[in-house]
């Protein structure tokens, strides 16, 4: 009762301001930061805040913060805590992880615009080795621009997750507004090893203000196997929040 209640007060608090912007002047909706799992070359207005809050299987809660600190980069933090929603007792917190992202260039007619990144946020913590079996983007370039049809936007990159190793993975991702009410997202992650493998995950995101989002999606579609700690990986729901604003 007591996880519950926290949880409540939590989206009762995010929800509120979100409801009082909804009462100014309408805003135009800014550029995604991120999708789903895989990041996008926009970011914080310099002085912006953004706050997410993602359920993820297991009553698990991922919580983070981002600033806009300066006038191209954007600095923040994640947390992930296990088995907060429920019934189960054992709630586990994670040690937070680092968020930065650096947007060098702005774009153009023919060329996308671009940033740079670091974000060591992973998924399914492993405590033994005190790492993340799904992990992070790490360091990362990204490029993203509208395609073909108004609204249309494609985004792609590539990533180092471990420095250990030096493997390059890929990602690919799009997205398609209408009328900056909804949004639907496909993307394609963890790409160029069989070892590793890909992820597909797809979902929608809802404006309910141009401050606040709702993000309803399905990660790891199809999937079906193992990890190499014997946890079983499948197809899950996740449902987030992202209220964001400025200074």
Same mark, same amino acid.
Do not use: C, W
């Given at each position: ?50 706050? +997410?809050? %993602? /359920?993820?299987? #297991? @009553?698990?809660? *991922?919580?983070?913060?981002?600033? $806009? ?31 930065? +992202?650096? %947007? /060098?260039?702005? #774009? @153009?007619?023919? *060329?996308?615009?671009?940033?740079? $990144? ?37 985004? #792609? @990159? ?90």
């Amino acid at each position: 009762m007591k996880k519950i209640s926290a949880v409540l007060m939590f989206l009762v608090l995010a929800a509120v301001p979100a409801m009082a912007e909804s009462d100014k002047k309408e805003a135009v909706v800014l550029p995604d930061v991120e999708m789903l799992d895989i990041p996008t070359a926009g970011i914080l207005d310099y002085y912006g805040f953004m706050m +997410k809050t %993602r /359920f993820y299987s #297991g @009553g698990g809660v *991922l919580g983070s913060l981002n600033f $806009g600190v300066l006038e191209r980069l954007n600095m923040g933090a994640a947390m992930t805590v296990d088995k907060l929603i429920g019934s189960d007792s054992g709630i586990k917190m994670h040690r937070p992880e680092i968020q930065v +992202k650096f %947007r /060098f260039f702005d #774009g @153009g007619y023919y *060329l996308p615009a671009a940033a740079v $990144g670091y974000d060591s946020q992973g998924y399914y913590y492993d405590a033994a080795t005190k790492k993340y079996l799904e992990k992070g983007k790490g360091l990362y370039v990204v490029g993203s621009k509208e395609i073909g049809v108004s609204n249309l936007v494609l985004h #792609g @990159g590539f990533n180092i997750s471990d420095f250990d190793n030096n493997l390059y993975f890929g990602f690919v991702g799009f997205n398609y507004t209408l009328e900056d009410k909804l949004a639907f997202i496909l993307e394609y992650d963890n790409l160029f090893h069989s070892d590793d493998s890909s992820r597909v995950n797809a979902g929608t995101r809802i404006y309910i203000t141009p401050y606040f989002q709702l993000d309803i999606g399905l990660r790891e579609i199809g999937r079906n196997d193992t990890l190499s700690t014997g946890v079983k990986r499948k197809a899950e729901r996740i449902v987030q929040m992202r209220y964001t604003t400025s200074f």
